[in-house]
């Protein structure tokens, strides 16, 4: 057996009982095989189980050739979004989440699937991310940036604001709602579908901006280039304190005469799926698509 990656990292953030039982079926699965880098914050969660030298996720993303990231699709982002800040490294999950859109093998496949990838038998997609400039009297005045989705919406105060939208320089609308979601086609099977979004496939270099209970019935979900600019003007209407957040994180507060630029990100996330990998299976699978036919 001959395994295409040398060194792997081992990436399971959440204090789970379960995620630590997968990290550690995966290290003795391939200990003797090739060099295995345990994440620092996971490693601190399973002191119990005596795993080797922790390492920051740097030191991973700087020398290994794979990261396998166990957990559910909050742990995949989180880890795509930190490792890309240090280098391009590829990417492959292992469900202990629930709907598992991002992380494609089961615990009870490791010995199977996943060494399959591990032998070179996989497909890879780049998937990309977007970037979110906040300006402030036009003065940048904090970034962040998202793998699935940047949300602007009401604070604590729960209210109405306004919002006004350009797209390359050209405006584009105008509503007051409770807010707006750009979505990656990764993140269009996330908040954005519940919010009434389409679901875009992963290949597609698109973005969707999609209105939250907009005072407006003709206020319509819209599929752009991701190669566009987006500016996001925050209107004084109704004395709004915002939040904007990034795939579920919300760290920072807005204000009236704020403007958030959103466009591509340069860097991409390579994913590994296995060869037997389908994207509409997995919808299938997950939304639960014909179900009443079978």
């Not at 995966?26 to 880098?37: E, G, M, R, S, W």
């Amino acid at each position: 057996m001959t395994f295409q990656f040398k060194k792997i990292g081992l990436i399971g953030t959440h204090v789970n009982p379960l995620v630590s039982e997968t990290v550690c079926q995966i290290y003795h699965l391939l200990k003797d095989k090739v060099t295995i880098l345990i994440e620092e914050n996971t490693a601190h969660c399973m002191d119990e189980h005596k795993l080797p030298e922790p390492y920051k996720l740097s030191d991973i993303a700087e020398n290994c050739d794979l990261a396998i990231v166990i957990g559910g699709d909050g742990n995949f982002l989180n880890t795509a979004r930190n490792l890309s800040t240090h280098a391009d490294i590829p990417m492959i999950g292992v469900n202990r989440g629930k709907l598992g859109f991002l992380t494609d093998i089961n615990p009870d496949e490791l010995e199977t699937r996943l060494m399959s990838v591990l032998e070179g038998h996989y497909t890879i997609e780049e998937r990309f991310m977007i970037t979110a400039e906040i300006h402030s009297n036009d003065m940048l005045s904090g970034k962040t940036y998202a793998f699935n989705e940047i949300l602007i919406a009401a604070g604590q105060k729960s209210r109405l604001f306004e919002l006004d939208i350009s797209i390359d320089g050209r405006h584009a609308f105008s509503q007051r709602s409770d807010g707006i979601i750009i979505a990656t086609p990764t993140g269009s099977t996330a908040h954005a579908l519940s919010a009434g979004g389409p679901i875009m496939h992963p290949s597609l270099n698109v973005l969707s901006l999609v209105p939250m209970f907009s005072h407006s019935l003709n206020s319509r979900p819209i599929v752009i280039s991701a190669d566009s600019i987006i500016k996001i003007a925050i209107g004084d209407y109704n004395n709004p304190e915002p939040l904007l957040s990034f795939d579920g994180h919300s760290h920072l507060t807005l204000e009236a005469g704020n403007t958030i630029q959103v466009h591509k990100h340069q860097k991409k996330v390579k994913v590994l799926h296995p060869l037997d990998y389908d994207y509409y299976r997995s919808l299938r699978t997950k939304l639960h698509w014909s179900k009443m036919l079978f």
